[in-house]
């Protein structure tokens, strides 16, 4: 199982490596704060659905 310093080790990684668009890094915080049982918006199910809605960006930019 993937616990949340993996996560932000492996985002940390991503953001090194690739430039990253506003969206991609407001997608990996909300991905983030659903992890940590932190949801501001949703029910905290970590699906493609909550993590849209948390980020604020539709299901379809996901």
Do not use: C, W
Not at 21 to 38: N, P, T, Y
Not at 46 to 59: D, F, L, Y
């Amino acid at each position: 199982m993937t616990g949340p310093r993996t996560t932000q080790t492996v985002f940390a990684r991503l953001s090194r490596d690739h430039e990253l668009s506003d969206k991609d890094r407001a997608i990996m915080r909300a991905f983030e704060q659903l992890l940590d049982g932190r949801p501001e918006i949703t029910d905290g199910s970590v699906n493609v659905v909550n993590i849209a809605t948390e980020a604020g960006v539709s299901r379809a930019s996901y």
